[in-house]
């Protein structure tokens, strides 16, 4: 097999970001994906079996058989868990990763996330730390990331944001029922409304046309390509160049390296399951947050006995996710106008700035539900089932608003990845073991916040309401998933450098949510692709020097 | 399902082997179990099935859950993805029996509607795990997707006042909706 300047593993966010880059940069790119490529007609409008609701399965991977992960609950005991599953904390395995069925919030986080413990100080038993880089680095790669990709909405109603320097490349996807009765409510409390940006057309850009406002969204491949992932803009720029081969259902067995401690290659498993090697300059980790840290530890060697950019323990630390939490409200009129994608308005008033919490989140209202949605949010006190529970589900179906939020996660170094000892793969890999919990200075915030979003509500007329806010006693990850290969200075503290390369070996990469050292209060899609532009213009710089070649 | 088409729409020679098939298949299912319309379940084991997921959504305005075609559902993802379920399904089906029995000495599916919610009131409070399986599984087959052979017609989406089929692309000309504020 030919030898290439570079292999990038994972064909997300991140991953079709670092291709495309490198592709047009002029550099020879292997695009490898575990998963399938999926288009528009595998929308399958399937309530049961999509990305969010997996009840039967998930639409775009892995499959249940033969991908188990293993995760230790609060007593240490682990549990074997089905990809479907809760405890398997999935994000997708496909082309687009995530992005071919997210519900496409597309935020910037604020100036002060990547400064939280400058910010806020480190609370005891966590591990918050400041980035290395800062809003201002990464500024340009975000509007990078808002033109390149395609974004729709209008900061213009909110004083809660960093500074930018374009407006979002579309206006907002006109405003649903909701949106018209949480604004006037929102302005009433004092706060600061506006139109949620969204990777989703709402006029035509980029050779495809805007969303027609269906029912089936999160969750769901977009019907008519309106929703903007890596798999319909970045990806096929880089197979454009002719620089770029994507090669599907390749699984990476690990990262090769030779006698002196650099990267060679890969080797992975085709689709067939035959064994093969991939020569390179170097290589790109772009697995996700879970799947990265298991690559990087399942990739041992004599000079790497403990897995590759593991000599000090970091890979695998400090995971994280979002904690979600908010309320229910209930309405004596119809709320629900069977419009998509349903979630419209949000406020980053609570982001930061409450005395006794660090940090906070954004709360927005939530993507446009299916009566499977509705079964288990009933106001309080409604039988769960019989003649009253179907009662309820007319009654309450279209007279209902949520309202949630990702809370920010204050990072624990004891919520890891591991690989697990017993449990292999279908190809006989070692597989995701998850360990640890969220620190609980979390779930005290998460609190605050589901009482501000009931408060919402019922300034907004909900007659009854009922509070979303758990306390969890496993790690939090899914499909917000990072933190598991820290960017940081100090090599004993981090794992990779503020451009994504390990500390350990320069010409190996993580660029994705792995590195993210905190995840913000927002869903971190457009985070993961600007850091994808700023680590891929340094990569393509010092390319031009030296090639990766000692 | 070659029962359910006219037989006009066939060939003769077609007709006559459909129907040799069909009762062949049929003779089979009778001899190795009574499975009767289902894929999984036994005759047995679906009466007593009806009687509880018909607790869970009863009839009234509209379909209860069996009317939906909740126990079609049910019966095809024991075959395909709640295969790891059936276990449950076989002892819990058969514990509820013994417990119809000995409490009213009838099978619950012939008892009063008292009767069957008392059954099956118990049946939350004694064993909740299996309880809670069929009662997820019953309100998925309900509320989800006519595709995997519950919610007839989508009876449930239009109980509910969901159009259906769903109006597409509305935002593109109907000026009264998504356009205020």
């Known amino acids: 097999m030919k030898r290439v300047n570079a292999v990038v593993i994972g064909a997300g966010a991140a991953g079709g970001v670092v291709a495309k880059e490198l592709a047009v940069a002029g550099l020879s790119v292997v695009l490898l994906e575990r998963g399938k490529w999926y288009t528009a007609n595998d929308c399958r409008k399937d309530d049961l079996r999509n990305q969010r609701t997996t009840l039967l399965g998930n639409a775009f991977g892995p499959e249940d058989e033969g991908n188990p992960r293993v995760w230790v609950d609060a007593k240490g005991v682990p549990h074997t868990a089905l990809a479907s599953e809760g405890g398997y904390q999935n994000n997708a395995a496909c082309v687009g990763g995530g992005t071919l069925s997210y519900g496409a919030q597309a935020w910037r986080y604020m100036p002060q996330d990547f400064r939280m413990k400058s910010t806020y100080g480190a609370p005891v038993g966590s591990s918050l730390e400041d980035w290395p880089i800062s809003y201002d680095d990464l500024e340009p790669f975000y509007e990078k990331a808002e033109y390149e990709i395609g974004i729709s909405?209008?900061?213009?109603?909110?004083?809660?944001?960093?500074?930018?320097?374009?407006?979002?490349?579309?206006?907002?996807?006109?405003?649903?029922?909701?949106?018209?009765?949480?604004?006037?409510?929102?302005?009433?409390?004092?706060?600061?409304?506006?139109?949620?940006?969204?990777?989703?057309?709402?006029?035509?850009?980029?050779?495809?046309?805007?969303?027609?406002r269906c029912r089936w969204c999160c969750g769901f491949a977009c019907e008519v390509d309106a929703k903007n992932g890596s798999q319909n803009t970045v990806i096929p720029?880089?197979?454009?160049?002719?620089?770029?081969?994507?090669?599907?259902?390749?699984?990476?067995?690990?990262?090769l390296t030779d006698d002196r401690g650099r990267a060679r290659g890969v080797a992975y498993f085709d689709s067939n399951g035959h064994l093969q090697e991939q020569l390179s300059d170097l290589v790109v980790v772009s697995g996700c947050a879970a799947e990265s840290a298991r690559l990087l530890l399942n990739s041992k060697s004599r000079l790497f006995p403990d897995g590759l950019g593991n000599r000090h323990d970091q890979v695998g630390r400090n995971l994280q996710g979002h904690h979600y939490t908010g309320a229910i409200g209930y309405f004596d009129f119809?709320?629900?106008?069977?419009?998509?994608?349903?979630?419209?308005?949000a406020i980053s008033d609570y982001n930061h700035g409450t005395p006794g919490l660090v940090g906070g989140g954004m709360l927005a209202n939530e993507f446009i539900r299916l009566p499977i949605h509705t079964i288990d949010r009933l106001p309080p006190n409604t039988p769960r089932w019989g003649?009253?529970?179907?009662?309820?589900?007319?009654?309450?179906?279209?007279?209902?608003?949520?309202?949630?939020?990702?809370?920010?996660?204050?990072?624990?170094?004891?919520a890891r990845v591991t690989v697990d000892p017993n449990v292999k793969d279908k190809w006989g890999l070692p597989v995701v073991r998850f360990s640890g919990n969220v620190h609980p200075h979390t779930f005290d915030i998460g609190e605050v916040q589901a009482n501000r979003a009931e408060a919402w509500l019922k300034e907004a007329g909900a007659i009854h309401t009922?509070?979303?806010?758990?306390?969890?006693?496993?790690?939090?990850a899914g499909q917000h998933q990072a933190g598991t290969c820290r960017m940081g200075i100090d090599p004993k503290a981090s794992v990779v450098n503020r451009n994504c390369q390990l500390h350990d070996v320069d010409n190996v990469f993580v660029i994705d949510s792995s590195v993210h050292v905190t995840n913000g209060g927002f869903n971190p899609a457009l985070t993961i692709m600007a850091i994808a532009y700023f680590a891929s213009d340094a990569l393509v710089h010092n390319w031009k020097g030296t090639g990766f070649r000692s | 399902m070659l029962s359910k088409r006219k037989p006009g729409l066939l060939t003769r020679?077609?007709?006559?082997?459909?129907?040799?098939?069909?009762?062949?298949?049929?003779?089979?299912?009778?001899?190795?179990?009574?499975?009767?319309?289902?894929?999984?379940?036994?005759?047995?084991?679906?009466?007593?099935?009806?009687?509880?997921?018909?607790?869970?959504?009863?009839?009234?305005?509209?379909?209860?859950?069996?009317?939906?075609?909740?126990?079609?559902?049910?019966?095809?993802?024991?075959?395909?993805?709640?295969?790891?379920?059936?276990?449950?399904?076989?002892?819990?089906?058969?514990?509820?029996?013994?417990?119809?029995?000995?409490?009213?000495?009838a099978e619950l599916i012939s008892l009063s509607q008292p009767q069957q919610l008392e059954i099956v009131?118990?049946?939350?409070?004694?064993?909740?795990?299996?309880?809670n399986l069929v009662r997820?599984?019953?309100?998925?087959g309900y509320y989800g997707s006519p595709r995997h052979g519950g919610n007839r017609d989508a009876v449930s989406w239009r109980m509910l006042g969901l159009a259906e089929p769903p109006i597409r692309g509305r935002a593109q000309y109907d000026l009264t909706k998504g356009s205020s504020s």
């Not at chain 1, 720029?237 to 990262?255: D, Q």
């Not at chain 1, 009922?466 to 939090?476: T, W």
């Open chain 1, 153 to 212: 909405g209008d900061y213009s109603a909110t004083p809660f944001h960093g500074p930018r320097r374009r407006a979002l490349p579309m206006p907002p996807v006109p405003p649903g029922d909701e949106f018209g009765i949480l604004e006037p409510a929102a302005k009433r409390l004092g706060l600061h409304p506006f139109h949620i940006p969204m990777a989703r057309n709402s006029v035509p850009y980029n050779g495809r046309g805007p969303c027609m």
């Open chain 1, 237 to 255: 720029v880089a197979l454009g160049t002719g620089n770029c081969e994507l090669r599907t259902e390749s699984m990476v067995k690990e990262i």
């Open chain 1, 334 to 345: 119809e709320t629900y106008d069977d419009v998509g994608p349903g979630a419209s308005i």
């Open chain 1, 387 to 414: 003649l009253k529970h179907k009662q309820a589900m007319r009654a309450w179906h279209k007279r209902s608003i949520v309202i949630v939020g990702p809370t920010q996660q204050i990072p624990s170094a004891d």
């Open chain 1, 466 to 476: 009922s509070i979303m806010a758990g306390r969890p006693d496993s790690v939090s």
């Open chain 2, 13 to 105: 020679r077609q007709f006559v082997a459909a129907g040799a098939l069909g009762s062949a298949a049929l003779a089979i299912g009778c001899k190795a179990r009574d499975r009767g319309n289902w894929e999984y379940l036994t005759e047995e084991q679906a009466k007593t099935l009806t009687a509880i997921c018909d607790q869970i959504v009863p009839t009234d305005e509209f379909p209860s859950a069996s009317q939906a075609g909740v126990l079609n559902y049910i019966d095809r993802q024991l075959m395909r993805h709640y295969r790891r379920h059936r276990h449950a399904y076989r002892h819990g089906l058969e514990d509820i029996e013994t417990a119809s029995r000995k409490r009213f000495g």
């Open chain 2, 121 to 131: 009131s118990d049946l939350e409070r004694l064993n909740p795990s299996f309880f």
């Open chain 2, 136 to 140: 997820s599984h019953t309100l998925e």
